[in-house]
């Protein structure tokens, strides 16, 4: 299920969610066919990708653009419960998919974790305990926020 990048000769997976929900029946074939091109998924089921989307677009997605989030996140209202409820889908996400590349690693392997829905990724690795040689990058789309933001 690995491939070649060009002349870089540098194997690569994809892992990421499908983007619509795949009944648990069907979940062994989709894995198959995703594998084929290099891809493989970490399926949420509904509620937890729900959580977690909503958690990145509502706190994060404002925060990284210097926004400052309203206690009650996008303003549904609230005394904050829900924040603590989107942050623990957004945890337990970020857990489901360090757990798929953790059971993906070799010896001397990079991870390459890509923007801000997935930033507790790097964090379950470790506490997974990943290779030691791993090394683990991190790109963000949007420039870090201030201290006083963040």
């Not at 001397?108 to 470790?126: F, I, T």
Request: proline fraction near 7%.
């Amino acid at each position: 299920g690995r491939h070649l990048m060009g002349s870089l000769n540098l194997e690569v997976l994809f892992v990421g969610c499908p983007n619509v929900h795949v009944p648990e029946e069907a979940q062994a074939e989709v894995r198959a066919l995703l594998l084929e091109h290099s891809c493989v998924p970490v399926f949420l089921g509904a509620k937890l990708s729900d959580g977690h989307s909503a958690y990145a677009t509502e706190v994060m997605w404002p925060l990284l653009h210097h926004q400052i989030p309203d206690r009650q996140a996008g303003g549904k209202g609230g005394d904050g419960a829900r924040v603590s409820s989107l942050f623990d889908a957004y945890k337990r996400a970020n857990d489901a998919f360090a757990s798929t590349v953790k059971s993906l690693l070799r010896s001397n392997e990079n991870v390459w974790v890509h923007s801000s829905p997935l930033l507790l990724v790097p964090s379950s690795l470790r506490k997974l305990g990943i290779p030691h040689d791993t090394i683990i990058s991190l790109f963000l789309h949007t420039p870090f926020p201030s201290p006083e933001i963040w």
